[in-house]
Nanobody, 122 residues
Framework: QLQLVESGGGLVQPGGSLRLSCAAS????????IAWFRQAPGKERERISC????????NYADSVKGRFTISRDNAKNTVYLQMNSLKLEDTAIYYCSAALMRYCSGYVGAFWGQGTQVTVSS
């Protein structure tokens, strides 16, 4: 069974940090570009970061640039999203996605995780 499983979400105070993990089973991630999306209540899903399959190049939405870092560990078949300096507006369900493509340009997700809730609140 091919699946992605996110973990690491939770409740954190503004200014805090969380690290999300996206683990693949049934396939290896090294041939896939991986992206993190999020969706807040009443808002459209937003792609916040992506990492390519070959060079490991990354990109970020302006809303998270400088605060979030995406990385991949192909040996562990896992992609991470380190989130620092969290803000109230980062509250959302976070999803990881895999696309069978080398680069993030024109990203179209083929596999999706079930999501993990991140709540930033004082």
């Amino acid at each position: 069974q091919l699946q992605l499983v996110e973990s690491g979400g939770g409740l954190v105070q503004p200014g805090g940090s969380l690290r999300l993990s996206c683990a693949a089973s049934g396939f290896t991630l090294d041939s896939f570009a991986i992206a993190w999306f999020r969706q807040a209540p009443g808002k459209e899903r937003e792609r916040i970061s992506c990492i390519s399959s070959t060079t490991g190049s990354t990109n970020y939405a302006d809303s998270v640039k400088g605060r979030f870092t995406i990385s991949r560990d192909n040996a562990k078949n896992t992609v991470y999203l380190q989130m620092n300096s969290l803000k109230l507006e980062d509250t959302a369900i976070y999803y990881c996605s895999a696309a069978l493509m080398r680069y993030c340009s024109g990203y179209v997700g083929a596999f999706w995780g079930q999501g993990t809730q991140v709540t930033v609140s004082s």
